[in-house]
């Protein structure tokens, strides 16, 4: 198939690939057989939806996607034991992970058991002090005044910790999505989709939708001896933002938590949630890019440069002056997280690019860089190369490092390898991330190793990503209503992109670099009609130099519509990706 408007090399690198024939036809038959809109039917077809899934599809509700949580094995254990704790008025503690996807899964226990009159113990290991997920000491001081403790978004290959719990008297269960072992702890209950005998499970659920499916089965249980239960769907914005921060795909039940987790977060009734909005500047119906951008970095600041509990404690509290005050914080350890991120930035790829780009693996290492920020960094070495990236931050002998995956690469598995043959401490994740602890003199043999594994998956002959378009478009036709109808496709997020158009042989009318790396565009057809685009990171690269020095030069601009709200207005944007010479 050849390239799209012939374009097999843009300014960022990549080749444009658009709609097979197969596609367009489907787009065409969809078209005739449901009336709906063209540019709808194309977003379909790329999805490969039929006819008539059509409706189901555009209307995502839990009725039909939730999964029967009784599926999931040790699920009516796991809620049984919960359920002994609470109506024994038991002390129950609440082991979270330092992310959006533990603190998110926290508060939902912690929602759950307030509706009761229940109070329970929060806690979350520090990234730096104690490292990723259950540890011996933490869970040995629980165990002394807790006969339950509950580890979410963690615990799957914490097998000492939990036998040490355990010993001490306390049971354990584990809510998680993570990669598991041949073997599993010994805890009371392990309710994971990814566990290695689990067989047709939902493997796409992050933490806290597995966590949702437990109260699902708790209200179901709570049913059958006649207790009331909490509004499940109010809890809905917690999922929501829990499953789009975690970049865990938006597919089958992940679509309906956030379809409708997004109108739950647009009441306004959770104090967390608003304040985190107001904080963030967000004036509008929040959508999905708003819980991965700017509101899930926000909570996930605490945890990588702050207190480790302080996204959860948002999140689950009622106060709105507290809510109010830790947002604040979250706020400006955000702003400084992004300036030590832009310096271990700016070093690891200097690093890597000296040690070659086009291989299986890229990776990076140095000491001193901050626990915290070495994930982020990874994933924009991965989105720079397509290649899986690792990064590494050394205090003294000791190396945490964090490693962010491209599709088609497995790297949590490659890891939790590393780990069983005795090159790194400890490793694991999933497909698309993962972590690993290591020594100084483990960091090379490691990297090489795993540079190894990946090659064997095809790592090391992958190109430039192509640049997937779902269609021409000019300017008088992407209208807010357009952008509108295409919105019921969505949410769009991981392995559900929104679509991305291309505006052939556009006249450059403005021009202009704002922040450190962004560019502000205006482009036109040259017969009276504009748009506005935005470029994030333009100058990152190639294309915020070459359309701000554009000298007349007509180009193709790709990327994705989006609906602008400014001082009262609404009006069509363009999230400008790519650019071609026409």
Request: hydrophobic fraction near 45%.
């Amino acid at each position: 198939m050849g390239s799209f408007l012939g374009v097999d090399k843009s300014i960022t690198g990549r080749r444009w690939v658009g709609p097979t024939s197969d596609i367009d036809r489907h787009a065409q038959a969809l078209a005739q057989q449901t009336d709906l809109p063209a540019p709808l039917c194309n977003v379909l077809a790329r999805r490969a939806i039929p006819a008539d899934e059509a409706a189901d599809f555009l209307d995502p509700t839990l009725r039909n996607l939730l999964p029967d949580p009784r599926k999931l094995k040790d699920m009516e254990p796991a809620a049984a034991r919960v359920l002994r704790a609470l109506d024994g008025g038991e002390n129950v503690a609440i082991f979270a992970d330092y992310d959006v996807d533990g603190a998110t899964s926290a508060a939902l226990l912690i929602d759950w058991f307030r509706h009761f009159g229940r109070a329970v113990t929060l806690y979350i290991p520090d990234r730096i002090d104690e490292g990723y997920g259950p540890n011996v000491p933490a869970m040995e001081a629980l165990a002394k005044d807790h006969s339950l403790i509950i580890c979410v978004d963690c615990g799957t290959l914490s097998f000492e910790p939990i036998a040490a719990a355990r010993a001490m008297g306390a049971d354990v269960v584990i809510l998680d999505h993570h990669l598991g072992a041949e073997t599993l702890p010994d805890a009371n209950a392990v309710v994971n989709p990814n566990r290695q005998d689990e067989i047709d499970a939902p493997g796409y659920l992050c933490a806290a939708g597995v966590v949702f499916l437990l109260l699902v089965e708790l209200r179901r249980q709570l049913r059958e001896a006649a207790h009331p239960g909490p509004d499940l769907i109010t809890m809905l914005d917690l999922v929501a933002l829990g499953t789009v921060a975690d970049v865990a795909p938006l597919i089958d039940a992940n679509r309906a938590f956030v379809r409708q987790g997004l109108k739950i977060m647009a009441r306004r009734t959770r104090p967390g949630m608003v304040a985190l909005a107001d904080v963030a500047g967000l004036n509008e119906a929040p959508r999905a890019y708003h819980l991965g951008y700017l509101m899930g970095p926000r909570v996930n600041a605490g945890g990588r440069i702050g207190k480790a509990d302080l996204g959860a404690r948002l999140l689950s509290t009622t106060d709105m002056n507290e809510a109010h005050s830790i947002a604040a914080k979250l706020n400006e350890l955000n702003a400084e997280r992004r300036e030590i991120e832009a310096r271990v930035q700016d070093a690891a790829m200097a690093q890597a690019e000296e040690r070659g780009l086009d291989r299986s693996l890229v990776w990076a290492a140095s000491d001193g860089w901050h626990p915290g920020v070495v994930g982020i960094v990874a994933s924009r070495l991965k989105e720079a190369t397509n290649r899986p990236a690792i990064v590494i931050g050394f205090d003294g002998d000791e190396g945490k490092g964090s490693g962010r995956s491209v599709t088609g690469i497995d790297l949590g598995a490659a890891i939790q390898r590393l780990a069983t043959d005795g090159l790194i401490t400890k490793g694991g994740g999933h497909k698309m991330a993962a972590g690993l602890s290591l020594t100084r003199d483990q960091l090379e043999p490691a990297m090489d190793r795993l540079a190894q594994l990946l090659a064997k998956q095809g790592a090391g002959e992958l190109g430039a990503a192509d640049l997937k378009i779902d269609g021409l478009l000019m300017p008088p036709a992407a209208t807010v209503d357009l952008i509108e109808t295409l919105e019921q496709a969505g949410p769009f997020g991981a392995s559900a992109p929104a679509p991305r158009f291309v505006f052939p042989d556009m006249q450059i009318l403005f021009a202009k670099q704002v922040g450190q790396s962004h560019l502000k565009v205006s482009f036109g057809d040259g017969l009276g009609a504009r748009i506005d685009a935005i470029a994030f990171g333009a100058f990152d690269g190639l294309l915020g130099s070459t359309l701000q020095q554009h000298g007349g030069q007509r180009f193709h601009l790709a990327g994705r519509l989006e609906i602008n709200q400014w001082q009262g207005r609404t009006s069509p944007q363009l999230r400008l990706e790519d650019a071609a010479k026409a």
